[in-house]
């Protein structure tokens, strides 16, 4: 166990935002990865951190625990972060494998047009004339642009319960108007595209 990690509850608007990779440099600070798709760096301004262990691995604590960050920067494809909690290299290999949660209240406010992943997750899209083309399902950034994965129940004979998935590139081309609060995406797409 890290000297002075305090047991903590997982706030109720949690989000994973990383993993701990490992130790950096000797003073305590660790390197943390980002989940499989990308995410923009201010879900990490938040100045406490909340950790559980790897579902998998050596675990060094048990439930969860508070991490009051120091300082986090950007370093290559990941984060290096310092906290007060964790005096010197030792403590922070202790960490590795942690997961990394935030509280989604406190993530910065979005820009205009600007809409954080997780918000986007688990939203119905309906076309222009009324019809449900499915939730998203997750979402893929392919460089020049992001795509809505969208899952929809499938009407198959041969594999019935299977779900059907279609990918609208998220453009103002296609997407007419995004809801998070009235909890849709309006899009000019049809079924069969």
Do not use: C
Not at 2 to 15: N, Q, R, S, T
Not at 89 to 114: H, Q, T
Not at 144 to 158: A, G, M, R, S
Request: proline content about 8%; hydrophobic content about 40%; aromatic content about 10%.
């Amino acid at each position: 166990m890290v000297p002075g990690l305090e047991p903590a509850e997982l706030p109720a608007d949690a989000i994973e935002v990383g993993r701990i990779a490992d130790a950096w440099g000797i003073k305590g600070w660790f390197k943390v990865l980002p989940p499989q798709r990308p995410h923009p760096r201010r879900f990490f301004s938040s100045k406490r951190w909340y950790l559980q262990p790897s579902e998998r691995g050596a675990k060094t604590f048990n439930g969860t625990v508070l991490l009051s960050i120091k300082e986090a920067k950007e370093h290559s494809d990941s984060l290096v972060a310092a906290a007060h909690e964790v005096a010197g290299r030792s403590d922070a290999e202790r960490l590795k494998g942690a997961r990394v949660f935030v509280s989604r209240s406190s993530f910065p406010a979005a820009g205009i047009d600007e809409y954080y992943w997780v918000d986007l997750i688990g939203l119905p899209v309906v076309n222009r004339e009324g019809v449900a083309l499915g939730e998203v399902k997750d979402l893929l950034s392919t460089g020049p642009q992001t795509v809505l994965v969208l899952e929809y129940p499938k009407d198959d004979n041969d594999e019935p319960g299977r779900a059907g998935e279609r990918m609208i590139p998220f453009v103002s081309a296609y997407v007419d108007q995004v809801d998070v609060p009235g909890r849709r995406i309006l899009v000019d797409w049809q079924p069969d595209y």
